[in-house]
């Protein structure tokens, strides 16, 4: 009696589970759908307004929020239904697409047994293979590139050769071009700011202050200059510029922040 009470008690949790379960999937669906209709009337009739953007952003945000929701809903459901023996209902998901081809491969072969275990003969014949993919990331790694240049003195004169010390972007440079290229990137291309990259470096194990960042910052952009201008010229050669008008609010200099004035950035052709 008490073990049948216990397993109706686990059925019903399982269902309620479930239920919980496929009201998230509907859920996810609901907001994905609302996201591709968004979506799809920006592409129909372009950029509205920047509130729009904010919208999508938002939904985006909120979509993702219940696409994890739902995943630990589903395998709550699944562990109660196989604790209660029942079939669990999975969620339907997206095909997902392939791994891109360009992606090194690294094949791991399990040992086959060298024997049966039916009837123990070690004849066995390979039929074929089944490969299973897993997507995999090499941690970021720091390191210290050390260039030595070494010193000889000739013995008749006895004067002393060196090679030149090695070529860096920035005036008392110490950073290799790809980690400065990472910084301007991060900087300009994600808009991470320097503070959160210096955090994110000392969590890491790397000691670079915002300053020390700055200063590196700004040297690249000197040395960059050329290669700004020489773009420029080019784009203003063109007989019409277009640009977007939005209004963004800036701060104005010496005031607080409730002195804020706005600036219209467009272009006339």
């Not at 479930?18 to 009739?45: D, G, N, P, Q, W």
């Not at 950029?47 to 809903?73: N, V």
């Not at 339907?92 to 049966?116: D, K, Q, W, Y």
Request: hydrophobic share 40%.
């Amino acid at each position: 009696m008490i073990l049948a009470e216990r397993q109706a008690r686990i059925e019903a949790q399982a269902e309620a589970l479930a239920a919980k379960a496929a009201a998230s999937s509907t859920e996810v669906t609901i907001a994905h759908l609302k996201l591709m209709i968004e979506k799809l009337k920006r592409e129909l009739y372009g950029q509205r307004s920047e509130r729009t953007m904010r919208l999508i952003d938002q939904m985006e945000l909120q979509l993702e929020e219940l696409e994890a929701k739902a995943t630990e809903d589903e395998l709550a459901a699944e562990a109660m239904s196989r604790q209660a023996s029942l079939p669990a209902r999975a969620r339907g998901r997206p095909v997902r697409n392939p791994f891109p081809e360009h992606l090194p491969r690294e094949r791991i072969v399990i040992s086959a047994p060298t024997s049966c275990p039916c009837c123990g003969s070690m004849k066995l014949s390979k039929l074929g293979e089944d490969v299973t993919e897993t997507l995999e990331v090499i941690p970021r790694q720091w390191k210290v590139i050390q260039t030595v240049r070494e010193k000889f003195s000739y013995r008749e004169c006895e004067a002393i050769t060196q090679p030149p010390a090695p070529f860096h972007v920035t005036p008392r440079g110490f950073m290799g071009p790809n980690l400065l290229a990472m910084l301007l990137f991060e900087k300009f291309g994600q808009h991470q700011p320097l503070n959160r990259q210096s955090e994110r470096y000392g969590r890491e194990g790397i000691d670079l202050s915002v300053s020390t960042l700055a200063d590196q910052v700004g040297a690249a952009t000197v040395a960059l200059a050329p290669l700004h201008e020489l773009t420029a010229r080019h784009v203003m050669v063109a007989e019409r510029l277009h640009a977007d008008d939005t209004t963004v609010p800036i701060l104005a200099k010496g005031k607080t922040d409730t002195g804020r004035i706005w600036m219209s950035i467009g272009a006339q052709s």
